[in-house]
């Protein structure tokens, strides 16, 4: 089993498992491989260290100085999602809130939007999709809504 480091184009870092290097390509060529934080497939591997099992063995002390502990800080651009760790992380716990705290509506969201500010559905917390021209007509109309995106690897269940 191969634990790869990968980066998306937005800097977003994760962990993938895979069978072999062979299996890792064959994936990435097929566009399988995606960021688990905003669905990007233009992913990289990044530079890792083996782990190596070497059972009781106790590591060897080095002169050298420490490796720094912290991955090196890349510029925020507009992403889907936070680059930090930390961030990501947080990010990811707020999303799993509103899934589990909302119904999906799918592609009618604007519609039962309007439905639920003009008082004609119950009020309740939704979620769905919508253009970025049907999110601005809501919120021209003072209807209250936040894009979020949604990775796709919460959309489905997991194995």
């Given amino acids: 089993m191969k634990v790869l480091d990968l980066q998306c184009a937005h800097q977003h870092r994760f962990e993938g498992w895979f069978g072999s290097e062979d299996d890792f390509q064959s994936q990435l060529g097929r566009g399988l491989v995606e960021c688990p934080m905003c669905g990007d497939t233009h992913i990289s591997k990044m530079l890792s260290a083996p782990r190596l099992n070497l059972g009781a063995v106790q590591p060897a002390v080095a002169d050298a100085p420490a490796a720094p ?42 519609e039962e939007a309007r439905k639920i500010h003009y008082g004609e559905r119950k009020e309740r917390n939704i979620r769905g999709e919508a253009t970025a021209e049907e999110t601005e007509a809501l919120l021209d109309e003072g209807i209250d809504v936040l894009p979020l995106p949604i990775p796709a690897a919460l959309k489905r269940p997991l194995q």
């Fill in 69 to 110: 502990t912290e991955p090196s800080r890349v510029p925020a651009t507009a992403t889907a999602a936070p680059a930090d760790p930390d961030m990501q992380a947080a990010w990811m716990k707020m999303v799993r809130h509103v899934i589990a705290n909302t119904e999906d509506v799918g592609s009618q969201f604007a």
